[in-house]
């Protein structure tokens, strides 16, 4: 089983900044993506960004430019810095993270989400 703890939500001003990490643990043997969504209540879970296991990103055009993904292996932890933030990116944020345990099964886990709220 895998546990994923997210961390470092919180209010801001636009334009302002924060880095969201996320941690993960358990029998995992290799992580091959990791990434983050976002969602606001009455609409679907959307990507933010992601990243595979050669380095490889892929952002949401809302965010290419000012969302900066990025991973340490040895730690199992993603992180997501977001730069000149706007109200729009008011959201809760989750952690999703997809693998392999050592028992040769698969895993794809998600976090409990952390709030970003964007305002003056």
């Known amino acids: 089983q895998v546990q994923l703890v997210e961390s470092g939500g919180g209010l801001v001003q636009p334009g302002g900044s924060l880095r969201l990490s996320c941690v993960a643990s358990?029998?995992?043997?290799?992580?091959?993506?990791m990434g983050w969504y976002r969602q606001v209540p009455g609409a679907e879970r959307d990507l933010v960004a992601i990243?595979?296991?050669?380095?490889?990103?892929n952002y949401a055009d809302s965010v290419k430019g000012r969302f900066t993904i990025s991973r340490d292996n040895a730690k199992n932890t993603v992180y997501l810095e977001m730069n000149n933030l706007k109200p729009e990116d008011t959201a809760v944020y989750y952690c999703?993270?997809?693998?392999?345990?050592?028992?040769?099964?698969?895993?794809?886990?998600w976090g409990r989400g952390t709030q970003v709220t964007v305002s003056s």
């Open positions: 990243i595979i296991t050669n380095g490889n990103t």
């Open positions: 999703n993270i997809g693998g392999r345990l050592w028992t040769t099964r698969n895993f794809d886990a």
């Open positions: 358990g029998s995992i043997f290799s992580i091959n993506v």
